[in-house]
């Protein structure tokens, strides 16, 4: 059987519609079948005057990228890869890291109910199986922020079964639920939570999102570049105490010293 698959869109516009209950989160829906990554055309289209709120939606992406240089898999129609372009104030811009993967965790339950948990920084987990993750690209104009993109993964339909190498460290929301799930809905719920978590006080976003980490607790392994020699990488092993307010990780070392280390360029690995 020869299907054409660009005769039908795979994700409904309408039907997304019809769920999403923002002002301003996804008003401006930009969908659009394959993409190279929809960071970059989120920021062409923020360069054209796009609206606060606006979303950049694919149904592939061909280079699709995580944190840290890695690669994100964004096979066809059956995930989810958007990205928001906003035009946050200071204090938003550094919430932002909380914000974003306390929606998609609001959002998956509102929409499938599986309860999800959030792995320091802001991998979206399910029993220690990463399900989503979150990129955030800014821009200051001269002290001030400008722009942020915010991407967001999330594997709705994808059965990670397929891929050897992925299988043990990923999974989807239809492998874990068991059923194949609406991306509009999900894409919608999540936007639904991330309008008001996006306009919630900022100790409410730290409550939330501290509360919905399994790190805290847990033995781990940091790794970041170090700041003093270039292409370095530093190590930081410990007991995971506490988040700052800004979301920075307190670690307690071995030698009964802590250490403090942003929510940056950071590499995780918890016993869980
Ligand atoms: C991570 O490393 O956990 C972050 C993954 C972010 C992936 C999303 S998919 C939509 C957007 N476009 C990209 O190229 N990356 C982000």
Same mark, same amino acid.
């Given at each position: 059987v020869v299907v054409d698959v660009n005769a039908e869109p795979l994700f409904s516009q309408a039907r997304f519609e019809s769920l999403l209950g923002t002002?301003?989160?996804? +008003?401006?829906l930009h969908y659009l079948a394959t993409v190279g990554s929809t960071m970059d055309v989120a920021r062409g289209l923020a360069g054209d005057?796009? +609206?606060?709120?606006a979303v950049v939606l694919a149904d592939e992406q061909r280079q699709g990228r995580g944190r840290l240089g890695r690669q994100w898999l964004s096979p066809r129609g059956v995930n989810l890869y958007f990205s928001i372009i906003l035009r946050p104030t200071v204090d938003r811009l550094r919430a932002l890291a909380m914000i974003a993967p306390l929606a998609i965790v609001d959002g998956l339950r509102q929409a499938t109910g599986l309860a999800c948990t959030l792995k320091w920084p802001n991998d979206v987990q399910f029993e220690a199986r990463k399900l989503g993750g979150v990129l955030i690209e800014s821009e200051l104009a001269g002290d001030e922020p400008a722009l942020a993109i915010v991407g967001a993964g999330i594997n709705v339909n994808y059965d990670p079964s397929h891929e050897s190498e992925i299988s043990a460290i990923a999974t989807s929301v239809m492998k874990e639920t068991g059923t194949a799930q609406e991306r509009e809905l999900v894409l919608a719920e999540t936007l639904n939570a991330f309008e008001d978590w996006y306009e919630a006080p900022v100790a409410a976003v730290q409550g939330a999102w501290r509360s919905r980490?399994?790190?805290?607790g847990q033995q781990v392994r940091v790794s970041f570049p170090s700041r003093v020699e270039e292409g370095l990488t530093t190590v930081e092993e410990g007991l995971a105490e506490d988040v700052t307010a800004h979301g920075s990780l307190v670690l307690r070392r071995a030698d009964g010293s802590s250490v403090t280390l942003p929510a940056g360029e950071v590499s995780l690995r918890q016993e869980a």
């Open positions: 002002s301003w989160a996804g +008003r401006e005057g796009a +609206r606060h709120g980490l399994t790190t805290l």
